[in-house]
């Protein structure tokens, strides 16, 4: 793929993102006074006390916003993520005129609009895009308290949370933190991916042999990292190698085979990108 061919494949993935978190809003959330945090949480209290449009709004608080980290902390957003919040600020108004809410059951809204929405802020969020809104105050509060991001994040959110509530009432502002809860997952889903494979670190007296095998049999690269145990005070070498679940059970038979005595570790892990897995 060109240069020129993977902008245009990321910006339509930042398009597909920001296409899938404005259906969120109307089909589910805004529909159901669902404030979830977020300057669409802000946006949807200020549309039903004045009647003023979410995506309006969300462009009037954006804006400033992006103003305001570009001086204070510098350039740190790229046009993608301009055009993220822009885009999402037009669709959120102009799919709020010709579409009309799936459900009124507010936890449907909640469950479906959380991961509706997480899902397209995790597709921007994926090919270097951004949304704009409480990322950037928390961004803001982190430069002048000190305060962590994600705690700060967590901080705006639930503030407009407890003000949704204050408007809408308590029950409404539950189905919201679950909905913001459920985006989050949907956010780490896409972000960090689905297939969970393995990671196996093997400790043997017999590593050459193990490794040969793995690469044989199962055709998967094996690193060897340098250990020391820390009891005996003697070098020992430790194998990495990513398996995908299915080979699990072949590779535990593989080194009990060739060193009963090994000591065999396997740990999930998220996502794998290289020769053998998933492309960069």
Known sequence: MSRWQRVVYEYCMVTLGVVLTALGYNWFLI???IAAGGASGIATVMHYLWGFPVGFTMLALNIPLFIAVTYI???RFGLKSVYGAVLLGVLTDVFGAFTSPITSD???AAIYGGSLGGIGIGLTMRYRGST???DLAALLINHFTQ???GQALLMVDAGIILM???VFGPELALYAFLSLFISSKAIDLVQEGTGYNKAAYIISQKPEEIADAIMTKLERGVTGLQGV????????QVLFVIVSRQEIALIKDMVRDIDPKAFLVISDVREVLGE???GM
């Open 276 to 278: 053998g897995f998933r």
């Open 147 to 149: 305060m962590r991001v």
């Open 229 to 236: 145990g820390m009891f005996t005070r003697s070098d020992r």
């Open 106 to 108: 507010p936890l449907l």
């Open 31 to 33: 529909p159901n006074k």
């Open 73 to 75: 902390l510098g350039p």
């Open 132 to 134: 704009g809104g409480t």
């Open 164 to 166: 949704a509530g204050l």
